[in-house]
């Protein structure tokens, strides 16, 4: 048997006291015995306070850097609205341009029907 003298000290003063102990006695000192043996146990893993205002600190630098991209990104001067504006005024010159070839097309014709009247 591999039992260390400790163990085996524990068991005989166990014996020993529940020969001599009353039920609620020993009911009571296993309730003691119990609450000892909570206060011993780890109370899991403690953050320190300096890890959580890092943490919350960067988190913060983050989302700033997250909203000042999504800003640029709709309002500056590469924006969104930029973009948008342009493809507009594109469409609209594409449009205007079109127009003047017709105006244009059409003073040729007329131009071309003078120069032939003139040189007849």
């Given at each position: 048997m591999?039992?260390?003298?400790?163990?085996?000290v524990e068991a005989i003063e166990e014996e020993r006291h529940q020969e001599a102990a009353s039920p609620e006695e020993v009911v009571q000192e296993e309730v003691v015995q119990e609450e000892a043996d909570q206060e011993e146990a780890p109370?899991?893993?403690?953050?320190?306070?300096g890890y959580f205002f890092r943490r919350m600190v960067f988190s913060l630098v983050a989302i700033l850097a997250l909203v000042w991209y999504v800003d640029v990104l709709f309002f500056g001067e590469n924006s969104l609205r930029v973009l948008?504006?342009?493809?507009?005024?594109?469409?609209?010159?594409?449009?205007?341009?079109?127009?003047?070839?017709?105006?244009?097309?059409?003073?040729?014709?007329?131009?071309?029907?003078?120069?032939?009247l003139n040189s007849d």
């Open positions: 591999n039992s260390s003298p400790d163990n085996r109370r899991g893993r403690t953050v320190p306070l948008s504006r342009l493809t507009q005024e594109k469409a609209h010159l594409l449009t205007q341009s079109h127009a003047l070839k017709l105006a244009n097309q059409k003073l040729q014709k007329k131009y071309f029907e003078l120069i032939q």
